[in-house]
């Protein structure tokens, strides 16, 4: 990899081996590896014996982070933004990044994989020809309602994310 390029990298979902050859390539190739969290990652990153340095790229940071992101690009870097399970960006940070990425002028490359809407649509028998990705619904119930009211009238299918949290009494 000679040009700097920042590689935007699906990731498996729950199996291992959805992690595509190339993606497997790409991340043992890059000079550094921007993960929504380190930890995640870094286990997935021990499975295929990838032993490139990482830093942090979440929600909370992701704006501090593009200036060193930027550095390591101007110095030739290739760099692979991965999130905790799926595509980053897809209801999961990356956004601000890779504007900021294509507005400085730099490459950005997809490295397609997994993506749990479209793997959930493709095994729900539901309509796929024409459907509306929405992402998380707000959390509170009237702020919900309010949303969901906007789509009532839509013949598209429509998926939406949803956060299960589940209790225990242990």
């Not at 380190?38 to 200036?67: C, W, Y």
């Not at 949303?147 to 994310?161: A, G, H, K, M, P």
């Amino acid at each position: 990899m000679s040009d700097p390029v920042l590689y935007v990298i699906a990731t498996p979902i729950g199996n291992l081996g959805d992690l595509s050859e190339r993606a497997i390539r790409v991340l043992s190739q890059v000079d550094l590896i921007a993960a929504e969290d380190t930890r995640h990652s870094g286990r997935l990153m021990a499975h295929f014996n990838i032993k490139v340095p990482m830093i942090s790229v979440h929600d909370h940071n992701e704006s501090q982070r593009i200036e060193l992101i930027l550095k390591h690009l101007a110095k030739g870097h290739s760099i692979a933004l991965v999130s905790d399970a799926g595509t980053p960006l897809i209801s999961d940070p990356g956004y601000i990044l890779v504007r900021s990425v294509r507005e400085a002028g730099y490459r950005v490359s997809p490295v397609p994989g997994c993506c749990a809407f479209i793997a959930a649509l493709s095994a729900s028998g539901l309509p796929s020809d024409r459907f509306m990705f929405y992402g998380f619904l707000p959390a509170k119930r009237v702020s919900r309602v309010r949303t969901l009211n906007q789509w009532v009238d839509e013949t598209s299918t429509l998926i939406f994310y949803e956060s299960t949290i589940v209790y225990s009494t242990v």
